[in-house]
């Protein structure tokens, strides 16, 4: 299933995601997009994401991890494994995301915002991505 993460409504935010790498001298560098946004139900979209390797070396064993958080709340997390993922490549998927009921509360609740991490793990390292996002 997808590698994406996204929310659960409109794609407009307060611009695009933050990269905090864990490690210094690692040569894997990464973007994380969210491509697209695409309403499957009430409490459900259709996230399509794009990781993307931009250092000058092989990153190995890349696992995205995406957790989106609602005023503090969990209201949705996935994971997914890569594998490797050469220099200068990158990875795109689409995923389902659906909050459920008392996610959409806690959203309707938080002004229609949440905050998406998105934590890419590989052999060398780990760079957090963290993004505020208005899905409703």
Same mark, same amino acid.
Do not use: H
């Given at each position: ?9 409109? +794609? ?6 933050? !990269? ?9 560098? /990464?973007?994380?997009?969210?491509? #697209?946004?695409?309403? &499957?139900? #009430?409490? &459900? ?6 990781? !993307?390797?931009?250092?000058?070396? %092989? ?10 958080? %609602?005023?503090? +709340? ?9 594998? +490797? ?19 959409? !509360?806690?959203?309707? #609740? ?11 793990? /590989? ?5 957090? /991505? ?5 899905? !409703?």
């Amino acid at each position: 299933d997808g590698g994406g993460s996204g929310g659960g409504g409109s +794609d407009g935010g307060s611009g695009g995601p933050t !990269a905090t790498p864990s490690m210094a001298d690692t040569n894997a560098s /990464f973007e994380f997009t969210i491509e #697209q946004i695409e309403e &499957c139900g #009430q409490t &459900c979209r259709e996230v399509t994401a794009t990781v !993307a390797n931009d250092g000058g070396a %092989a990153a190995e064993n890349v696992v995205v991890e995406t957790t989106m958080y %609602a005023d503090g +709340d969990v209201v949705w997390e996935g994971t997914e494994e890569i594998g +490797d993922l050469p220099a200068n490549e990158s990875y795109t998927s689409t995923r389902e995301v659906d909050v459920g009921l008392s996610g959409g !509360a806690k959203i309707q #609740q938080n002004d229609g915002y949440v905050t998406i991490e998105t934590v890419i793990d /590989f052999g060398d390292g780990q760079e957090v /991505f963290t993004e505020r996002r208005q899905v !409703a």
